[in-house]
């Protein structure tokens, strides 16, 4: 599943091709993936300019003004690809939109149908709302501050679940969830709030370090995950834990362990991530 790393990706490489660029006709081969303001999104968008492409956690906006955007979830298997009109239509591809005077057109394909494209009309608001909601979105992983981070941390579920929460923190998935808490050092069954302020400093550090890796590294490709130029990227060769079961950890050589933690596949050096429980921090903090 694209993270924030995979979708910033994508978003970069869209930005660089449609910003500016006048929208010529969009074709919906199905209907059903588009959620959000009943009005017919071809003639909506016909003629409009795209102002700018934006990323909300693992979403993608494609601003048309500030009113009007479309946001874009790749969901498990969602792509968003720039090819020539001529080339083939593949199966699963759900979306078309053409722009002026313009030698590729965007394609949208996602087999699973976990994503889809939201059509954002503010002036309209929640009238007429068609199809999914749209999902909602905590403060950006890459953007967040320290002091923010760890007051969203003060509660009581596993620090895992609640890094996977997207209302909580925006663009962290599985992968680079298990690879934060490796390099923190913290085993993700521990209690967020039973995290000592030095803890919560090094996940903060670890997760902003993965991720920028990640970014540069074209994102991880382990299953589905292409660019818009339909190519993977390479980080998953320098995963930690992710996916390295029996591996040994580039650490301490320990072999890495899977096992299950809120309700994910998870991978953890045994040795650098101990599940020895830890004082409360002395400083007093909501329990929201
Ligand atoms: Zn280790």
Same mark, same amino acid.
Not at 71 to 92: N, Q, S
Not at 145 to 150: G, H, K, L, V, Y
């Given at each position: =599943?694209?993270?924030?790393?995979?979708?910033?990706?994508?978003?970069?490489? &869209? *930005?660089?091709?449609? %910003?500016?660029? %006048?929208?010529?006709?969009?074709?919906?081969?199905?209907?059903?993936?588009?959620?959000?303001? @009943?009005?017919?999104? $071809? /003639? *909506?968008?016909?003629?409009?300019?795209?102002?700018?492409?934006?990323?909300?956690?693992?979403?993608?906006?494609?601003?048309?003004?500030?009113?009007? *955007?479309?946001?874009?979830?790749?969901? =498990?298997?969602?792509? +968003? %690809?720039?090819?020539?009109?001529? =080339?083939?239509?593949?199966?699963?591809?759900?979306?078309?939109?053409?722009?002026?005077?313009?030698?590729?057109?965007?394609?949208?394909?996602?087999?699973?149908?976990?994503?889809?494209?939201?059509?954002?009309?503010? /002036?309209?608001?929640? &009238?007429?709302?068609?199809?999914?909601?749209?999902?909602?979105?905590?403060?950006?992983?890459?953007?967040?501050? $320290?002091?923010?981070? @760890?007051?969203?941390?003060?509660?009581?579920?596993?620090?895992?679940?609640?890094?996977?929460?997207?209302?909580?923190?925006?663009?962290?998935?599985?992968?680079?969830?298990?690879?934060? +808490?490796?390099?923190?050092?913290?085993?993700? *069954?521990?209690?967020?709030?039973?995290?000592?302020?030095?803890?919560?400093?090094?996940?903060?550090?670890?997760?902003?370090?993965?991720?920028?890796?990640?970014?540069? /590294?074209?994102?991880?490709?382990?299953?589905?995950?292409?660019?818009?130029?339909?190519?993977?990227?390479?980080?998953?060769?320098?995963?930690?834990?992710?996916?390295?079961?029996?591996?040994?950890?580039?650490?301490?050589?320990? @072999?890495?362990?899977?096992?299950?933690? @809120?309700?994910?596949?998870?991978?953890?050096?045994?040795? $650098?991530?101990?599940?020895?429980?830890?004082?409360?921090?002395?400083?007093?903090?909501?329990?929201?």
């Amino acid at each position: =599943m694209p993270e924030l790393p995979e979708v910033e990706i994508v978003r970069r490489g &869209v *930005a660089k091709r449609i %910003t500016g660029r %006048t929208i010529e006709w969009i074709r919906l081969n199905r209907a059903d993936v588009v959620h959000g303001t @009943a009005i017919p999104l $071809c /003639a *909506a968008l016909h003629g409009r300019r795209v102002k700018r492409v934006e990323r909300v956690g693992k979403q993608i906006l494609i601003e048309i003004n500030r009113r009007v *955007a479309l946001m874009v979830h790749l969901g =498990m298997t969602g792509r +968003l %690809t720039a090819v020539p009109p001529e =080339m083939p239509i593949e199966p699963h591809t759900h979306v078309r939109i053409s722009f002026r005077k313009c030698s590729f057109e965007l394609r949208f394909s996602d087999p699973r149908r976990f994503g889809g494209i939201w059509f954002l009309d503010k /002036a309209a608001g929640e &009238v007429g709302w068609v199809g999914r909601r749209r999902p909602l979105v905590g403060p950006d992983a890459l953007e967040v501050s $320290c002091r923010e981070f @760890a007051g969203r941390l003060a509660h009581r579920r596993q620090i895992k679940a609640l890094l996977l929460d997207q209302r909580v923190l925006g663009g962290v998935g599985n992968i680079y969830c298990d690879e934060s +808490l490796h390099r923190a050092g913290i085993h993700p *069954a521990t209690r967020a709030d039973r995290l000592s302020d030095g803890q919560i400093r090094r996940l903060y550090r670890a997760i902003r370090t993965v991720l920028a890796q990640a970014i540069r /590294a074209g994102g991880s490709s382990i299953s589905d995950y292409r660019n818009v130029d339909n190519a993977p990227g390479w980080f998953q060769v320098r995963h930690r834990v992710y996916d390295r079961k029996g591996q040994p950890c580039r650490r301490c050589k320990t @072999a890495i362990k899977r096992l299950v933690v @809120a309700g994910r596949g998870t991978f953890i050096c045994p040795k $650098c991530q101990p599940p020895r429980r830890v004082r409360p921090r002395r400083s007093p903090r909501k329990h929201t």
